[in-house]
C-alpha cells in the first residue's frame, strides 16, 4: 500500500467514526434527556411509554458505539500495539463536550411534558427519513444498524406526531404551551438537514446519507402534523448551528457532567 | 411504642399512622382523569385473545398504544384488542344459582342418565 | 348451612381455595383490608422508582444504565397492574393516589432511605427486591383473584431484578479497593432497612390474624423475615462481604440463622414521615401529577373533540 492510499485510508476511517459517534452521540444525549422522565412522567402508561422510547434509542446508541470501537480498534492493531482498548463506554464517558458530535437539538431541556415530545417529534420525523436511507448505506454494518431501528423509529415518530395533535388541539392551555415550545426549539432544527464534513466526505461513497435531501420530506411531515394540531410553523428563525462539529449550547456540560461522573471519579474500573 | 404495635405485614401498615408529617388535601380533577380500558392480548396466532389487564387511556388509539407499552414489553403479544371497560356487561354471581344451577339439574343432557338396557352396547 | 349465609359462604370459599372475584359477595373488612394492601403495594412500586430512578443518570456504563432504565420501567408497570387490581375492588386509580398524596395512605418505608452511591443500586436490588420477591412469591397465592393474577405477573417480571442487584454488587466485589468498600457500605446501609420491610415480629400481635384467616396473606412476618435471612447470610458469602449484624450466627439447633434486634424506634419513626427522604420523595410524587395536570386534561379534552367529529361524520 502506498503512503497516498495509506492516508487516504485513514482519512475515510476517521470520517467513518467522526459520522458513527455523530448517529451515536444524537441517540445517547436525547436517552439520557428522556430517561429523566423515568418516575416523573404525567401519567404511569406515559411514564413507561417514553422510558420505552429511552431504551430504543439507548440501544441505538450503543450499536453505534460499539461499531466505532471495532473499527477503531482494529486501526489501531494495524499501527501501534499495545494501545487502551476503545470500548462503547470509553466513548460515551470519556469524551468531552467538544468532541461530542450530537446536534443541537437533542441537547436542549425536557421543559415540561409538551417539550419533550415535540423535541421528540422534530427528532424521531428526522430519524425515520435517515435510517429508511441508511438501510441501504454502503457499509453493511450501519444498514443493518438502520434497518433494526427504523421499526423502532417509525413507532416513535407514530407516538409522538399523536401526542403533538393532542396538545396542539387539546386545550387552550395546552396549545399555548406547545406552541411556545416550538418557539423555542425551531431554531435547532436547521442544523440537521446541513451535512457536517464527515457526511460530505461520505455520501459520494453512498456509506452516509445526504442530510440535505432529507428537509424536505422532513418538512412536509411536520407541516401535516402541526396543521392537523392547529399549530403554524414559525417563520424567518435565526437557526443555531455547530453541534455537528462539537461546538454546542452550554447546557451539554452539565448533561455530561452528570453522566460521565463515575467513569470520571473512578477511572478505570469495571462496573 | 409497644402499645400501638399491631401485628402488620409488609405493605399493609394501617392509616392511623401517617405516611406524611403534613396531610394536604386536593380536590380529584375530573377533567384530567382518563377512563379505565379493558385489554386483551393474542399470544400467539392461532391463540384466542386473553385478558391481559387494564389502564387508563384518554382514547382507543391511546389505549392500543399503552397496551403495548405496558403489556408487552417482553414480546407477549402479536395483536391487541381494547375496551373502555364500562362497556363490558358481565353475569351477576349473586345470580348464579339461577344462571348456571339449572344446568346442573338437567342431567338428561348427560349421557350416563339414561340406563340403558345391557343388549345396547356401544351407543 | 343458610344457602344465604354469606360470610359462612365466603369462608368456606376461602378454605377450599376457591379465589374470590371482583363481583363476588366478601366482608367489607376484606374488602378495605385488599384496597388498603394492595394499594399500599402499588404506591411502593411508584414511590420506588424515584431511589433508583435517581441513578438512571450516573449509571457507570451503558450497559448498566439500559439495565437500571428497564428495571425501573417495570416498577411503574408494577405500580399501574396493581393500581388496577385495587380499581376492581371499586376505587379508582386517582382516588387512591390523592391519597398517596396527601399524606394518608403508606408505602414501604424502604423508599425512604436516600441512595447515595452506585453501589446502592445493587444493594437494592439484592436485598430490598430480595424481600419483596419472598412477599410476592406468596402473594401469587393470595385469595383475591385479580391480586393474585397481578403478583404472578409481577413475579416474572421481577426475576431479573434481583439478580442485576447481585451482579453489580458482585462485580464491585471483584474490583478496586474502593469498589469493595463501596459495596460494604451499601450493605451496611440497606440491611436493616431491608429486616424491617417483614414488618414487626410475629410475638408482639395480640390481635387474630385476619389476614391468614382470609388466605391474604400465608405467611407470617417472621417466617418470610427468617427465610430472607437464611438466604442473605448463604448469599454474602459469595460476595465475600459481611452482613452488618454481630450477632448473626448459624443455629444448629433451630436450623435457622439467629439474627439481632430490628431498632423498632427507627422503623416506626420512618413509617411516621420521619425518614431521611419521605418529604422528597412524596414531593416528587406530586409534583409529576401536578405537572402532568394540563396534559391529561389536554388528552382527554382533544379525546372528546374527536369522538364529537367522528359522530358528526356518522351522522
Known amino acids: 500500500m502506498n503512503k497516498n492510499s495509506e492516508i487516504n485510508t485513514n482519512n475515510k476511517n476517521t470520517f467513518l467514526t467522526d459520522y458513527c459517534l455523530h448517529l451515536a452521540d444524537n441517540s445517547l444525549i436525547l436517552a439520557q434527556r428522556n430517561s429523566a422522565w423515568c418516575g416523573h412522567g404525567p401519567i404511569l402508561e406515559q411514564d413507561i411509554a417514553i422510558t420505552n422510547i429511552s431504551l430504543d434509542i439507548l440501544g441505538q446508541a450503543r450499536n453505534f458505539y460499539q461499531y466505532t470501537a471495532e473499527i477503531l480498534n482494529s486501526s489501531k492493531n494495524n499501527s501501534s500495539a499495545a494501545v487502551t482498548e476503545v470500548t462503547e463506554d470509553s466513548l460515551a464517558f470519556l469524551r468531552d463536550n467538544r468532541e461530542f458530535k450530537n446536534c443541537l437539538l437533542v441537547e436542549q431541556e425536557n421543559g415540561d411534558w409538551g417539550k419533550t415530545i415535540l423535541r421528540q417529534f422534530l427528532f424521531s420525523n428526522y430519524q425515520y427519513l435517515l435510517y429508511l436511507q441508511l438501510q441501504n448505506s454502503a457499509d453493511e454494518k450501519l444498514a443493518a444498524i438502520a434497518t433494526k431501528a427504523i421499526k423502532e423509529v417509525t413507532y416513535h415518530l407514530k407516538w409522538s406526531s399523536e401526542w403533538v395533535i393532542r396538545l396542539g388541539d387539546g386545550t387552550e392551555e395546552s396549545h399555548q404551551r406547545i406552541t411556545q415550545s416550538i418557539h423555542e426549539l425551531w431554531p435547532f432544527t436547521e442544523e440537521i438537514f446541513i451535512n457536517a464534513k464527515y457526511e460530505n466526505e461520505l455520501t459520494e461513497d453512498k456509506i452516509a446519507v445526504d442530510v440535505s435531501v432529507l428537509k424536505d420530506a422532513w418538512y412536509k411531515k411536520t407541516a401535516a402534523i402541526f396543521a392537523e394540531a392547529t399549530l403554524t410553523i414559525p417563520e424567518n428563525v435565526f437557526a443555531q448551528k455547530g453541534g455537528k462539529h462539537g461546538a454546542h449550547t452550554e447546557k451539554l456540560g452539565y448533561i455530561l457532567a452528570e453522566m460521565q461522573f463515575m467513569q470520571r471519579a473512578y477511572p478505570g474500573c469495571i462496573w | 411504642m409497644q402499645s400501638f404495635i399491631k401485628k402488620y405485614y409488609y405493605g399493609d401498615i394501617p392509616d392511623d399512622v401517617a405516611g406524611s408529617t403534613t396531610v394536604i388535601s386536593k380536590e380529584i380533577n375530573k377533567d384530567a382523569t382518563w377512563p379505565l380500558w379493558e385489554v386483551f392480548i393474542r399470544s400467539k396466532q392461532g391463540l384466542d385473545h386473553k385478558h391481559a389487564g387494564s389502564l387508563h387511556a384518554a382514547d382507543a388509539q391511546m389505549a392500543i398504544e399503552n397496551a403495548r407499552d405496558v403489556y408487552t414489553r417482553r414480546n407477549e403479544g402479536v395483536s391487541i384488542w381494547v375496551v373502555e371497560s364500562k362497556y363490558i356487561h358481565s353475569t351477576n354471581p349473586d345470580e348464579a344459582e339461577s344462571f348456571y344451577e339449572p344446568a346442573a339439574d338437567k342431567i338428561y343432557r348427560h349421557p350416563t342418565f339414561y340406563d340403558l338396557p345391557d343388549a345396547v352396547k356401544h351407543m | ?315
Not at chain 3, 450497559?63 to 408497570?77: F, H, M, S, T, W
Not at chain 3, 396527601?102 to 446502592?120: E, R
Not at chain 3, 469493595?180 to 440497606?190: L, P, S, T, V, Y
Request: include cysteine.
Open chain 3, 1 to 315: 348451612m343458610d344457602l344465604h349465609d354469606f360470610p359462612a359462604l365466603f369462608q368456606q370459599k376461602i378454605d377450599s381455595e376457591t379465589k374470590i372475584e371482583p363481583l363476588d359477595w366478601m366482608p367489607d373488612a376484606y374488602r378495605k383490608t385488599l384496597i388498603r394492601q394492595i394499594s399500599q403495594h402499588a404506591h411502593s412500586e411508584v414511590v420506588g422508582m424515584l431511589p433508583e430512578g435517581n441513578w438512571i443518570s450516573r449509571a457507570p456504563s451503558l450497559k448498566r444504565k439500559a439495565i437500571l432504565i428497564a428495571k425501573v420501567q417495570d416498577e411503574a408497570g408494577h405500580g399501574l397492574y396493581l393500581y388496577s387490581s385495587c380499581e376492581t375492588l371499586g376505587t379508582s386509580r386517582e382516588a387512591t393516589i390523592n391519597d398517596l398524596h396527601s399524606g394518608k395512605a403508606k408505602y414501604s418505608s424502604i423508599f425512604n432511605y436516600p441512595t447515595l452511591t452506585w453501589a446502592d443500586m445493587g444493594a437494592i436490588g439484592w436485598l430490598v427486591d430480595g424481600a419483596a420477591i419472598l412477599n410476592q412469591v406468596m402473594l401469587c397465592r393470595t385469595s383475591y383473584g385479580p391480586y393474585a393474577r397481578a403478583m404472578v405477573r409481577i413475579c416474572k417480571e421481577e426475576s431479573f431484578h434481583q439478580r442485576q442487584g447481585f451482579d453489580i454488587l458482585y462485580t464491585l466485589s471483584k474490583g478496586t479497593d474502593e469498589q469493595k468498600a463501596m459495596c460494604q457500605d451499601a450493605i451496611n446501609r440497606w440491611w436493616w432497612p431491608s429486616l424491617m420491610m417483614f414488618g414487626p415480629k410475629d410475638s408482639e400481635s395480640n390481635n387474630t390474624d385476619q389476614s391468614m384467616k382470609w388466605k391474604i396473606k400465608r405467611k407470617t412476618n417472621d417466617e418470610l423475615r427468617q427465610q430472607f435471612v437464611d438466604m442473605c447470610a448463604e448469599q454474602v458469602k459469595v460476595l465475600n462481604m459481611t452482613l452488618p449484624d454481630q450477632e448473626l450466627k448459624w443455629n444448629t439447633e433451630t436450623q435457622h440463622y439467629d439474627f439481632g434486634e430490628i431498632n423498632w424506634d427507627e422503623f416506626w419513626n420512618v413509617v411516621k414521615g420521619n425518614g431521611p427522604c419521605n418529604k422528597e420523595r412524596l414531593d416528587a410524587r406530586r409534583k409529576a401529577h401536578d405537572e402532568g395536570e394540563w396534559v391529561r386534561e389536554a388528552a382527554k379534552a382533544y379525546a372528546k373533540k374527536r369522538a364529537g367529529k367522528n359522530k358528526h361524520i356518522a351522522a
